[in-house]
T-cell receptor, first 116, second 111 residues
Framework: DSGVTQTPKHLITATGQRVTLRCSPR?????VYWYQQSLDQGLQFLIQ???????AKGNILERFSAQQFPDLHSELNLSSLELGDSALYFC???????????????FGPGTRLTVL | DAKTTQPPSMDCAEGRAANLPCNHS???????VYWYRQIHSQGPQYIIH???NNETNEMASLIITEDRKSSTLILPHATLRDTAVYYC????????????FGTGTRLKVLA
């Protein structure tokens, strides 16, 4: 158990809909990262937040957005869903931005999104 | 960011050492080498990381060549539960996030 929690575990929805994925980081971790993993693909970095502020962006679509709240939990919002958005979405957390030991990311169990 | 190259797949007999290579010939002096693994569709699991020196923990050993252009992850006594995809990543030691997961090495431990 990494200490990172994600809800829900599974989500099935229809095209055009909007969903929200939730992540609670490990206690004491200030950085939260979101990744997307499509079937048999590697992990694609989407976005990083540090202590409530956006710090880095990867290949995140404009239809997707995220935020980190004062209690440090994070939400990833996916809107106007398309079939191709079906994937595993992982959240990870780390202590800081600093790098090295403190930058080690610990991953949650993921949310499996299915768009029909 | 340094690009890493790993073999797509490897087999290892149960109880033997699994040696997983990674090339990172463009790694810069302040980039750490990280190893993670992903068992089936679970969240990736941190294994080990290092900068210059060899490292060992309860899970594995990491051997980094002197020129830092390659490294080897060693699982000393592989078990069936070590069957997973192993990712080698180079990450900056400071500042902005830089984690690029490639396709990794699919390790199959055989009974």
């Amino acid at each position: 158990d990494s200490g990172v929690t994600q809800t829900p575990k599974h989500l099935i929805t229809a095209t055009g809909q909007r969903v929200t994925l939730r992540c609670s980081p490990r206690s004491g971790d200030l950085s939260v990262y979101w990744y997307q993993q499509s079937l048999d693909q590697g992990l694609q970095f989407l976005i990083q937040y540090y202590n409530g502020e956006e710090r880095a962006k990867g290949n995140i679509l404009e239809r997707f957005s995220a935020q980190q709240f004062p209690d440090l939990h994070s939400e990833l919002n996916l809107s106007s869903l398309e079939l191709g958005d079906s994937a595993l979405y992982f959240c990870a957390s780390s202590v800081s931005l600093a790098g090295g030991q403190k930058d080690t990311q610990y991953f949650g169990p993921g949310t499996r999104l299915t768009v029909l | 960011d340094a690009k890493t190259t790993q073999p797509p797949s490897m087999d290892c007999a149960e109880g033997r050492a699994a040696n997983l290579p990674c090339n990172h010939s463009t790694i810069s002096g302040n980039e750490y080498v990280y190893w993670y693994r992903q068992i089936h569709s679970q969240g990736p699991q941190y294994i080990i990381h290092g900068l210059k020196n060899n490292e060992t923990n309860e899970m594995a050993s990491l051997i980094i060549t002197e020129d830092r252009k390659s490294s080897t992850l060693i699982l000393p006594h592989a078990t069936l539960r070590d069957t997973a995809v192993y990712y080698c990543i180079a990450s900056l030691s400071s500042g902005t996030y830089k984690y690029i997961f490639g396709t990794g090495t699919r390790l199959k431990v055989l009974a």
